[in-house]
């Protein structure tokens, strides 16, 4: 059974950075792709980043580009949001999510989620 756990999330004041982190389990994963959604209250789940396994084709949103950064570390099976220059409309629950598929930016895309990590942008 896959597993995921998002860690990292916390306060921090705008213009400041933060790593996500999402610890993948239960599966070889040298097929599937992986994705970081976020979703602020009231508001739907959106696509923040998108990255095969192999590393090799990432995908990012215009809102985020330039910002955040998807990497993998595949000897420790886990999944990093380096995310810079956050802005307080950045606070949302960020999620981990994976797919044995292609890199997707649709929510339907993904078979698998993590809890979520909170993170806070004070202004």
């Known amino acids: 059974q896959v597993q995921l756990v998002e860690s990292g999330g916390r306060l921090v004041q705008a213009g400041g950075s933060l790593r996500l982190s999402c610890a993948a389990s239960g599966r070889t994963f040298s097929s599937y792709a992986m994705g970081w959604f976020r979703q602020a209250p009231g508001k739907e789940r959106e696509f923040v980043a998108t990255?095969?396994?192999?590393?090799?084709?990432?995908y990012y949103p215009d809102y985020v580009k330039g910002r955040f950064t998807i990497y993998i570390d595949n000897a420790k099976n886990t999944v990093y949001l380096q995310m810079n220059s956050l802005k307080p409309e950045d606070t949302a629950v960020y999620y981990c999510a994976a797919t044995p598929r292609s890199p997707t930016v649709d929510i339907r895309g993904y078979d698998y989620w993590g809890q979520g990590t909170q993170v806070t942008v004070s202004s």
């Open positions: 990255i095969s396994w192999s590393g090799s084709s990432t």
